[in-house]
T-cell receptor
């Protein structure tokens, strides 16, 4: 089944404890992206990747890192999480940057 | 600046009736894409339908159709024969034009649809 997977789906952590949210797609998509969804602010792009080893900042990249060492994986790294990073995070992928993006199931993160 | 506006925070529709969810957009780029996504209470984002700025005909996908009026910059979603499972939040989104090359989707604030039995 063609899909985007994210892990974990739910995470409660404490301020400053490094964490990684994994994202993987099995559709051989070149483009991958991370968004966060917050009440009243909607969905905003954090980082995106046009292809392997090519990543760039979106609208809200502060406090996040990404890497794209393989085509299928695009992990989101929070080196020192803070409470303002409590959010619902989505990974998305598409065949290329202009194509339809398919979203993963979301990761609900709470930083205490 | 590119912007998506959904003016209906919440809507009700009777089961088996049709409903239209409004979406207007603002862009100066001649090339853009418009999308609708559904977010049920479980939280996932489900792609419904896509309309390209140069597409001559309105997009349709099963019970979903997109009423694209380019001159008015509107891209309303029409759901025919509503079902209880259609109850969800619906987001209109626009992909930045190809010139920007970020692939970023700009989302509206969403419309909550409740289908009544």
């Amino acid at each position: 089944e063609a899909q985007v997977t994210q892990n974990p789906r739910y995470l409660i952590t404490v301020t400053g404890k490094k964490l990684t949210v994994t994202c993987s797609q099995n559709m051989n998509h070149e483009y991958m992206s991370w968004y966060r969804q917050d009440p009243g602010l909607g969905l905003r792009q954090i980082y995106y990747s046009m292809n392997v080893e090519v990543t760039d900042k979106g609208d809200v990249p502060e406090g996040y890192k990404v890497s794209r060492k393989e085509k299928r994986n695009f992990p989101l790294i929070l080196e020192s999480p803070s409470p303002n990073q409590t959010s619902l995070y989505f990974c998305a992928s598409s065949l290329w940057g202009g194509d339809t993006q398919y979203f993963g199931p979301g990761t609900r993160l709470t930083v205490l | 600046a590119q912007k998506i506006t959904q003016t209906q925070p919440g809507m009700f529709v009777q089961e088996k009736e049709a409903v239209t969810l409004d979406c207007t957009y603002d862009t100066s780029d001649p090339s853009y894409g418009l999308f609708w996504y559904k977010q049920p209470s479980s939280g996932e984002m489900i792609f419904l339908i896509y309309q390209g700025s140069y597409d001559q005909q309105n997009a349709t996908e099963g019970r979903y159709s997109l009423n694209f009026q380019k001159a008015r910059k509107s891209a309303n979603l029409v759901i025919s024969a509503s079902q209880l499972g259609d109850s969800a939040m619906y987001f209109c989104a626009m992909r930045e034009g190809l010139r920007s090359n970020t692939g970023k989707l700009i989302f509206g604030q969403g419309t909550t649809l409740q289908v009544k039995p």
